[in-house]
């Protein structure tokens, strides 16, 4: 009689001790399906699939002579049944054209006109349970797709290798997130189709060059002048590639189709009409674009989801989605310098002492990260690069005995 359901919650193992039987209650501050931002709810499909990868490969070699050997292929990687998390009680969009009506438990209906955050509860696919402060679905829905051409080009001989290798590829996916808390989705998370774009760790271009040599100086010299001129090496690594993508985003969109306290998806932001995604690339050296690697003019807010609406009360004014999608534009092109000298002195036939220098970084060279913030409603910090990638230049001494 005074009694009313709650949702149960796993507090704790009594004492943290995972043998004994955890302790289930009541979700603190929600007695009942009511509106509350204290209870995080997540969903997990009946069938939940097991994820799964199909690789295609097709390489061909060539002995070019002279020790010289070329490698051409073809690299592709599908994966299905990912998980991803996403908010799945996202509210319909009401307009006076075209209501939501919702039906009581006792068979009164209520026809909403106008898409507000105060009303998004009642316009959800869920009834009742759209104030809480999170509740999602981890799902296994996700997908991704790799496809790529590569090429090496290697020599080996006495004194050395070397090796050049070339990758241009594409990766796309729904997510590149493997976090179960957070929510993955980008704008509309309705349909997966629009969490679709190039990977977070996506690289076009990639060119990576290693070498090692044994200087001949001094090979045939004996004594002391050997000792102190010969058993010379250089040995490296330099690699060039691609930035990571990144979006550029608007935190206000799509207020019309989530509540307060739901955990939003990343939202895109529009384009000034006339505008391309291109037109919003600067050029130039980067040194002079970290105050605005992006053009802000070229971007505009999301629009209004009620155009109509607004026009009649702009205090009710909610936004649609941006049309702009996920990871459109390309950070920094990034090199890597990484260089050794190597000096080996022969003590007896079954000892040697390795003198090494390594220098990572050797030129000094800033690789510069994407914009750390990308939304238009910052928009102080817009388009701006604060941050390198990697280390300055480094130098290591190394000595190894080998016996």
Known sequence: PGFVPCLGALLDFPGGDTTAFPDYGCASGSPGLVPSNLLFVLTVPRHFQVPSTQQWNLTVQRDLGRKWVLEVGYVGTHALHLRETRTNIQAKLATAAHPVIVTAQDGTQFTITESTTSNAPARSNLQGVNGYGGFQIFASDAYSHYHSLQTTLSRRWGAGYFQGAYTFSKSTDATSSGN?????????????????GLSDFDRKHRLTVSYRYDLPFFAGASGLKRTALGGWSISGITIFQSGTPFSVLDSAAGSAYLATFLSFAVLGADLVPGRSISSGATSGDIHNRLNGYVDINNFSKAPPADPAGCSADPNACTTAFGTLGRNI????????????????????????????????????????????????????????????????????FSLRWAF
């Open 329 to 396: 534009y390309r950070g920094p092109f990034q090199q890597s310098w990484d260089f050794s000298v190597i000096k080996n002195f022969r003590i007896s036939e079954r000892q040697t002492l390795r003198f090494t220098t390594d220098f990572f970084n050797l030129w000094n060279h800033a690789n510069f990260a994407s914009p750390a913030s990308n939304d238009l409603e910052n928009p102080n910090a817009f388009g701006k690069i604060t941050s390198t990638v990697g280390t300055p230049r480094l130098i290591q």
């Open 180 to 196: 179960t808390a957070l929510n993955t989705a980008f704008n509309d998370e309705s349909d997966l189709k629009f969490s679709r």
